[in-house]
């Protein structure tokens, strides 16, 4: 499977904001949910968000009103706009590009990439 390409990462401040990205361009994407998922130092990969091909939009309880996902069909790229950050909104934060609730919480079904490193200074 091609690799995914997440982008936008860095140092930010409390309050401040960043937009990530998700190239899947090298995988046939289609009609599959997508979302983004983050993992602290020392926790459990998280549920971020996830959206379907026609745009309805999922959320964790932790960034509600906060983050914002979207995505660009066309171009199999997935976008997710951080608002408002918290420090505790630093993690890596990883996309997938077939994501599907599953009996646990939402899970990822394709391979991962690498992430993109979030870090929220207070």
């Known amino acids: 499977q091609a690799q995914l390409a997440e982008s936008g990462g860095g140092l930010v401040q409390a309050g401040g904001s960043l937009r990530l990205s998700c190239d899947a361009s090298?995988?046939?994407?289609?009609?599959?949910?997508m979302g983004w998922f983050r993992q602290a130092p020392g926790k459990e990969r998280e549920f971020v968000a996830a959206?379907?091909?026609?745009?309805?939009?999922y959320y964790g309880d932790s960034v509600k009103g906060r983050f914002t996902i979207s995505r660009d069909n066309a171009k199999n790229t997935v976008y997710l706009q951080m608002n408002s950050l918290k420090p505790a909104d630093t993690a890596v934060y990883y996309c997938?590009?077939?994501?599907?609730?599953?009996?646990?919480?939402?899970?990822?079904?394709?391979?991962w990439g690498q992430g993109t490193l979030v870090t929220v200074s207070s």
């Open positions: 959206i379907t091909w026609t745009n309805v939009t």
């Open positions: 997938n590009s077939q994501v599907r609730p599953l009996r646990e919480g939402w899970g990822g079904l394709d391979a």
């Open positions: 090298g995988r046939t994407v289609g009609k599959k949910a």
